[in-house]
């Protein structure tokens, strides 16, 4: 029996989610589609997983070390989006305090969100780099403080590696042929590549990362053949606006098995759209470029040996950076652009 995940004092700040056969998306896309449903998670998105762990594990070190009596820790995270969320629910569940700074860029809909978590927020600067700075420069002044970084980090892939524990028993020990994920710095694509060699299945699994045009960092490096940053995020997809994917991403983007795929805007937000009126989950475009994999024929023309019986698992990462709202107004900018398409 290959080993499953340990864990320790207290639990976790993630839970097991459901791992559903869509008929809808199993109908578009000619095959087996199945979607882990990580909008569930307690802070809406699988950052609870990859977050939740690096703050599990140091508040679990620190009690340790403190003999179980010392003071809170303080989080703090520079992600104006759904890794702040993640640091925050993940600290108050485990008794922490969380500030998340964000940049001016952050939306008042997300600085919400954060604030009704029980975290502070502090806006600092124009863009993600600036608040990243100010976090560190804190960080460096006081060691009380604990640095949660949004991605790149041994921790957060070991959380993240978590969906492939689930899967492990959800499939009864047997390999889908196929997971589709998407990619923003590449913690996610990190842990879903730890796990499958945890089991011993790396071979039998496709990995599909998925990107949208304007934030895909890996495509560019998987074009020129070594790691690129790109000058500049244009993607509303906004959760995957990193320029640069960790090492060990680009790393893993080399193995046979891993196919890096880049969809539009308008793709990614129409697959929203049919999401949420389909399988009545809302989520960001984020999520919408790997659901948009099943509703185009991204899967038939990558998956090696293609058939009605491919089972494949796509994450629905989530995210909580989306309004009804912002569902319609994609549908009234993209629709005219993609009926043909989605
Ligand atoms: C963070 C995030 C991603 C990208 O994850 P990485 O680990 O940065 O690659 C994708 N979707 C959602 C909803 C996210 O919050």
Known sequence: MAPVYQTTAS???????????????SASAHCEVHMKLEQFQPSGSF???GVGNLVWRVVQRRSQMNH??????HFISSSGGNAGLATTTAAKMLGQDATVVVPETTGKYMRNKITAAGGNVIVHGPTWREADDYVRSLVAEDPSLAYVPPFDHEDIWEGNSTIIDELY?????????VIVCSVGGGGLLNGIMIGLDRYNWSDAVTVIAMETEGADCLAASVREGCI????????????????RVSDKTWEYSQMPNVKSVVLSDAQAAM???????????IAEPACGVSVAACYLPVLREVVPDFCRDTKVVVI????????AETLVEYRSQYSAVMTAQL
């Open 169 to 177: 028993l959800q499939f009864g020990g047997c390999p889908p042929s």
């Open 68 to 73: 179980g009596s010392g003071a809170k820790t």
């Open 11 to 25: 639990s976790p700040p993630w839970i097991t989610t459901p791992c559903v056969k869509s008929l809808s998306l």
């Open 47 to 49: 950052k609870s997983r």
């Open 228 to 243: 690129v940053t790109l000058p500049e995020i244009t993607s509303i997809a906004r959760s995957l606006g990193i320029k």
């Open 316 to 323: 629905l990462c989530g995210g909580s950076s989306i309004s």
């Open 271 to 281: 697959a929203c759209v049919r999401l949420a009126e389909e399988e009545n989950i």
